[in-house]
Antibody, heavy 120, light 106 residues
Framework: QVQLVESGGGVVQPGRSLRLSCAAS????????VHWVRQAPGKGLEWVAL????????YYADSVRGRFTISRDNSKNTLYLQMNSLRVEDTAIYYC?????????????WGRGTLVTVSS | EIVLTQSPATLSLSPGERATLSCRAS??????LAWYQQKPGQAPRLLIY???NRATGIPARFSGSASGTDFTLTISSLEPEDFAVYYC????????FGQGTRLEIK
């Protein structure tokens, strides 16, 4: 079945780095744009980043631009999020989400998320 | 940034009743608006996109409509599994979400 599985979350100190991964299965990964969306504990949803189906275009929320990098390896059906210079306010569950085909700025398949906690 | 304001913050209804959730955009988003449902401990689920199109597998009791910058999600007759938090999201200018409406059992 169509599935996204995130990994790589954990506890990290402010200023440090972390890389998240998202493994895709059950669909043709290299034909879909994919996103990262985050949710702080008990809070609402915040879009983080988008990468096009072939990796040629990337877009970021202002809150993470310059610190986070989204990338993908279509040969491994895997999405990544490199997070540098982490801040306490980056603490959240990070979801990878597939862009809805043809209108890829909506999210039609979501992973279960991975928790990132930034704390000293 | 386009701000989406959802109302009410909490809606208390009983199974079988009709639910009406609102989302107001701070400026025009055309019909580029979606609705998601999120249950505790789960990822969100896409219900409606482009204001009124049901996503794959979504029951017909869920419907969406638009009037200018005001958007409505209607659940015609609540089932027990519909009690959750609902978010709207616009894609007209980057991506932003509303703050959510909690639909709870009365």
């Amino acid at each position: 079945q169509v599935q996204l599985v995130e990994s790589g979350g954990g506890v990290v100190q402010p200023g440090r780095s972390l890389r998240l991964s998202c493994a895709a299965s059950g669909f043709t990964f290299n034909t879909y744009a994919v996103h990262w969306v985050r949710q702080a504990p008990g809070k609402g949803l915040e879009w983080v980043a988008l990468i096009s189906y072939d990796g040629s275009n990337t877009y970021y929320a202002d809150s993470v631009r310059g610190r986070f990098t989204i990338s993908r390896d279509n040969s491994k059906n895997t999405l990544y999020l490199q997070m540098n210079s982490l801040r306490v306010e980056d603490t959240a569950i990070y979801y990878c989400a597939r862009g809805l085909g043809g209108t890829y700025w909506y999210f039609d398949v979501w992973g279960r998320g991975t928790l990132v906690t930034v704390s000293s | 940034e386009i701000v989406l304001t959802q109302s009410p913050a909490t809606l208390s209804l009983s199974p079988g009743e009709r639910a009406t959730l609102s989302c107001r955009a701070s400026q025009s988003v055309s019909t580029y608006l979606a609705w998601y449902q999120q249950k505790p401990g789960q990822a969100p689920r896409l219900l409606i996109y482009d204001a009124s199109n049901r996503a794959t597998g979504i029951p017909a009791r869920f419907s969406g409509s638009a009037s200018g910058t005001d958007f409505t999600l209607t659940i015609s007759s609540l089932e027990p599994e519909d009690f959750a938090v609902y978010y709207c999201q616009q894609r007209s200018n980057w991506i932003t979400f509303g703050q959510g409406t909690r639909l709870e059992i009365k």
